[in-house]
């Protein structure tokens, strides 16, 4: 999720300063920029058009996150499972 942060620093921004301007927290911000967190629809709408990204990067980027989440959870399940085999 470069391109979030790559478009604050080119508006000169601080993430204070872009998370008002989305009206969400730092710490949503911060989970943008990282890819830790995610967006809802309306969140990406005024991201495509304040930081000059297509809705169709968003959306991927959005997909990405959301399968890089399933894949770490289905690894937590997994060793809890063998946890559970292992001790009982």
């Known amino acids: 999720m470069d391109e979030i942060l790559e478009a604050r620093k080119l508006k000169k921004l601080s993430l204070m300063e872009m998370a008002d301007i989305f009206q969400v927290s730092y710490g949503k911000l911060h989970g943008w920029q990282s890819g830790k967190c995610t967006f809802n629809e309306r969140e990406m709408k005024k991201i495509a058009e304040f930081c000059n990204i ?35």
């Open 54 to 88: 297509p809705i169709e990067r968003l959306q991927q980027m959005k997909e990405e996150y959301e399968k890089k989440r399933n894949e770490e959870a289905a690894k937590r399940k997994l060793g809890r499972s063998n946890l559970k085999k292992k001790f009982g």
